[in-house]
């Protein structure tokens, strides 16, 4: 499904003459073909899934974000500017993140249903929650909360 909506905004952007769109567009599909390369390598002959899709384009907005950081520290606005255009672009292919309360509200959910009571069991309610809630949620974010969960 992802596929063709890149496809199809790849089309949309030539179209419209979007020039920031159309080179995001063509990275994203780069970064998708090199994955399907590799995936091929390790038995799996169509290529990548939309879950893992997700991921790759979930990274694709950190190492943009980390990007920014650095541009900023170095005086570089050009390049700010150039990395939140395609954050924007990127993200347009995610689903609707969730916010802090839901966010908060899945972690409580999934130490429940693993009946996690400390920190070793951290492991088994990050699959939980990388499972369902792939692209929606912020992993580096929500580590550090069902951390907090369990400690205390």
Known sequence: MLRSQFN???K?????KDQQALATI??????????????????KDEGIDDQEILEMLQKMV???????????KGNRED?????????????RFLPKALDEEE????????VEE??????????????LLKERYPGRMDFAKASQLVKQRLTT
């Open 26 to 43: 063509r990275l994203i599909l780069a970064a998708l073909k090199d994955r399907d390369i590799q995936a091929r390598g390790s038995g």
């Open 103 to 110: 966010t908060q509200s899945a972690i409580n959910e999934a």
């Open 8 to 10: 199809d905004s790849l």
């Open 62 to 72: 950190k190492q943009r974000r980390e990007s920014i950081a650095l541009y900023e």
């Open 12 to 16: 949309a952007a030539m179209r419209s």
């Open 79 to 91: 390049l700010v500017a150039r990395e939140k255009a395609e954050i924007e672009v990127i993200e």
């Open 114 to 127: 693993v009946g996690a009571t400390s920190i070793k069991e951290m492991g088994r309610v990050m699959a």
